[in-house]
């Protein structure tokens, strides 16, 4: 993790595994970085999906019925 944090100029590591595990959502030239680094193997949508996944196991009382409306 260290190593793609460095790689994407992402202050640490512990930053770059909350993007990776969803916890957090990384801004869009981070994001960018990522779709570049992986050469469009990882996507936005990607991104996207792994946050909602995130919140809709750990906040469901924040997202409650806006998710399943965007849907």
């Known amino acids: 993790m260290a ?3 460095v790689l994407l100029s992402i202050e ?3 930053t770059y595994q909350r993007y ?3 916890e957090n ?5 981070v994001m960018e970085r ?3 680094a ?3 193997q990882v996507t936005l949508d990607d991104m996207h999906e792994l946050r909602l996944q995130w919140l809709r196991t750990n906040k469901p009382e924040t997202v409650g019925g806006l ?3 965007a849907e």
């Not at 959502?25 to 030239?29: E, L, M, N, S």
Request: proline share 9%; no cysteine; charged share 30%.
């Open 3 to 5: 190593e793609a944090a």
């Open 12 to 14: 640490s590591a512990r």
């Open 20 to 22: 990776e595990l969803g």
């Open 25 to 29: 959502r990384p801004d869009a030239p």
């Open 34 to 36: 990522i779709r570049i």
């Open 38 to 40: 992986t050469s469009g």
């Open 67 to 69: 998710l399943e409306a």
